[in-house]
């Protein structure tokens, strides 16, 4: 009887996280079109993110933005990227900014404003829509399931 | 409306803390505006704790002069931090936190943990001077920020041991890619501030000083850091104080003094830690030895074990920590030997813990956490408790529960 429970929990977990996972197939991480930056790595795009490293290999320094909690965009991001949960993310944030080591990515509300800032800042970056990445950024990474 | 009720509010609660309600209340009003550089965040833990002895009281650090025993408590794990961040321009950023917690003198008085300028003029290159938190072990500094890890509190025999917060100073890390990986390197060097509990005297350490350093490696999930540091104590412990409330002659007080001086002497903290952070996974390995110069300190060695595994909204987690601490020779001054005996058995340590919890992210920004500590050692382990009583056998059980929020 527990067993089955358990067992149907795990199976309620997986078909979860598969949905999660087929809803990031179509986000990808753009940077500003001027950049030069053609392509990135994973580990790349997670060092920007999570404010290990900010700077992009040709010597740019990185201005990464995010999107608010209440974005659906934001949760199967870092879940595609790191297989995380907001509130672990949100955590991870609140030990670097409470210890004064680095500050989380500006969020704004959209992803019309995520490409206003990626266009409007040389080192802009952030993640957006396949369909919705248009002429003024370059698509750097693309978000695999 | 909005801020006479908030002023009001302030009166009430009075002291440095109405100073951080105006400046909260001033981001608050900044913040709705798009150019804002001042940015105000907060953390916080309410928690409760009981054990299962009335032979010692559990202490979350050496900082707490009383603890808990097997009636719930609040003072051991609540606290309430302010943190205000201006940014001046790209490179520089002032910052002050300030935080509330039952502290050394048992009031709650607000201090200052941090204030400091922080000048990035590279992605590479970090430096900051003022009052800054100490970060000789990892995740250090990050102690009092309960949303921030798993358990109810960090793993208290390998934390037990250092009450120290912040320092005065300055600290330069540098940061370089290796290929995707990233390695990372600090240096530090303050003046420490702030007051141990030693019965009911306080050990003074301002005027210590402080200095170290770490290189960190992070290789994708990985993160693994070495990391030293050593403490050069400014004053003796309070044992003039604690000799003389038992109408020592005077000459012995001094010898004993003499024989325990803590000022002047180094304490040498080593550690090796490992993360890995992955998906549902969250496992954590750390290792330390403390080399003490003073004869009134045991040098020891603990570490601790972690392991998280996510599940929906709940984290369930499991860990194991010890320590051992080494026991010193004797004098070899028949009068003072059985003196000395008693004041150095206060710094004894030789016990494991189990932890079993659960932490449970049920809305935005807040988590509820409830966890089991089986502390299992010999009856002379005492250096992490407070007032000890004979009775007491190196084993009881502590329950704990918190609920931590940041904004």
Redesign the interface.
Known sequence: MRKHFIRS?LLA?CL?SLSVAEATAELVVVVNARNGVAVM?R??VI?IFFG????F?NGV??QPVDLV?GHPDRGHFYYGL????V??V???W??Q????RA?APPRVNTSEEVLKWVSSHPGGIGFVELGKADARVRVVYELNP | MRSDSLNSLARLIGGKWRVLLVLLLLGGQVGAEETSNLSLNGFGTLGAVRTTSRDVEFVRDLSQPRGAVDRWDAKVDSILGLQANWRLNPELEAVVQAVSRYRYDKTYTPEISWAYLKYDPTPQLSLRAGRLGTEFFMMADSRQVGYSYLPVRPPGDFFWYLPFYSINGADASLTLPVGDNVVRGKVYYGISEGKIPYGQWQWKLDGSAMVGGYLDYQLGAWLVRASYANIRFNHNMPIVDLLTARSLPTPIIRQVDDYLAAANTRSHYYSLGAIYDSGPWQLQLMLNKITQGSEIFESSSAGYVLAGYRIGQVTPYVGFSWIRSEKRGPMNNPVLDPLLDVIKAESHANQNTTILGARWDFARNLALKAQWDGIRGEPASIFPFREEQDAWRGKMDVFSISMDFVF
Not at chain 1, 52 to 55: L, V
Not at chain 1, 82 to 85: M, Q, S
Request: proline share 0%.
């Open positions: 929990l977990c979860l790595t580990n790349e060092n290990r490293y900010r700077q290999f320094e990185a909690d790191v297989g995380k949960d509130s672990d949100n955590a991870y609140s030990r900014v409470f210890s004064g500050q």
